[in-house]
């Protein structure tokens, strides 16, 4: 008990001292050198890198994120260890497998590796942008910048907005413009709002005409109203198509996730009628038409009623989804349950 403590506080000691002390550099150290965890899904800072000879050249094994590696960078690993053993203890070692690391900042090293970036690929959207917010502004825009435009757009989207504002403002308006793209459009509303009224008509004039006019409609809404966190990113359904055509163009189109638990059906007019719950078109039978199985009385909202009344209705509804239309009927678009409940948080009203 008494060696375990003693080592501890002996640990403690020793890292406190060496983060005080300016290290010298190494041949096989790579201080300063951050790299992503992918198991962990968190950021590391290198001590050293463990390498293996053999005959046909040296190769890198391992990472050493532990105390052991950044005292053996000031040269007092060895003492230390002999010291410790006179306890029955050592000091504790570290390692991350090559494998399971990608580099997200070189320094001022001049160092290049095979495999870099391309690593994140493999992680959630949410663990990148963590990793992001973590960085500073210049190597989180550089992480970003390796990204494929799918997976570009999906962490932006999981990005805090400051965070939001830096990566865009870090990227040529072609590249910017060509990830909003692939955001649902009241997402990108909301960056819009926030950049300086040149840049945002530069990216808005960038982007493809569909996306741009349903962006432009959502930034001529008062953030105090439904039509302000909609999304237009939404699939309406003629009265009369069949649970095949239905299945069909869902298929084709490949909508998100949390815009199809509920199916929006149309008249000729594209007025709406009414919903159709995805379960419902499950188990329904090819040639059924959407008309025979859609909901009695379906709720639904204005675009020009107030934020404030949306959690009640989907609240005592339980609904995941709400469609949101005009004075006229015409469906305008749908705000879904993530929407309402990222605006319950900005404006403090959880428990």
Not at 286 to 305: F, G, H, L, Y
């Amino acid at each position: 008990m008494w060696s375990r403590a003693f080592t501890r506080i002996f640990q403690e000691t020793l890292l406190w001292f060496v983060a005080k002390k300016q290290t010298p550099q190494c041949v096989l150290c790579i201080p300063n050198y951050i790299i992503v965890d992918l198991n962990g899904r968190k950021l590391v800072r290198v001590n050293d890198v463990r390498l293996v000879s053999l005959q046909s050249g040296t190769f890198a094994v391992a990472v050493d994120v532990g105390l052991e590696g950044l005292l053996r960078r000031i040269g007092i690993a060895k003492p230390i260890n002999l010291f410790l053993k006179l306890f029955k203890t050592g000091i504790p070692a570290e390692f991350i497998v090559w494998d399971d690391i990608s580099a997200v900042d070189f320094g001022n090293h001049g160092i290049t590796l095979s495999k870099t970036f391309s690593k994140l690929q493999r992680l959630h959207p949410s663990d990148v942008a963590d990793i992001i917010e973590e960085l500073d502004r210049n190597s989180g825009a550089s992480v970003f910048a390796t990204l494929n435009e799918e997976h570009a757009a999906d962490v932006l989207e999981e990005l805090e907005l400051k965070h939001q504002i830096n990566i865009i403002e870090s990227l040529t308006v072609e590249k910017a413009a060509d990830v909003l793209e692939k955001m649902p459009s009241d997402e990108v509303a909301d960056i819009l709002e926030k950049l300086e009224d040149e840049k945002a008509e530069q990216l808005l004039t960038e982007m493809n005409k569909e996306s741009s006019e349903e962006v432009r409609e959502l930034l001529e809404y008062s953030d105090k109203v439904v039509g302000s966190i909609m999304t237009k990113d939404f699939l309406s359904f003629n009265i009369n198509n069949t649970v095949d055509e239905t299945f069909r163009i869902l298929r084709k189109e490949k909508p998100e996730a949390d815009t199809i638990y509920s199916l929006f059906v149309v008249d000729n007019n594209q007025r709406f009628i009414s919903v159709v719950s995805l379960g419902d078109l499950v188990i329904s039978e090819p040639s059924t038409i959407m008309a025979e199985i859609m909901k009695k009385n379906p709720i639904t909202i204005k675009d020009d009623d107030k934020i404030d009344s949306l959690a009640e209705i989907v609240s005592k509804y339980n609904l995941l989804a709400v469609p949101v239309v005009n004075d006229d009927r015409i469906l305008e678009g749908v705000v879904v349950i993530d929407d309402i409940v990222e605006d319950l948080l900005k404006k403090g009203k959880t428990k």
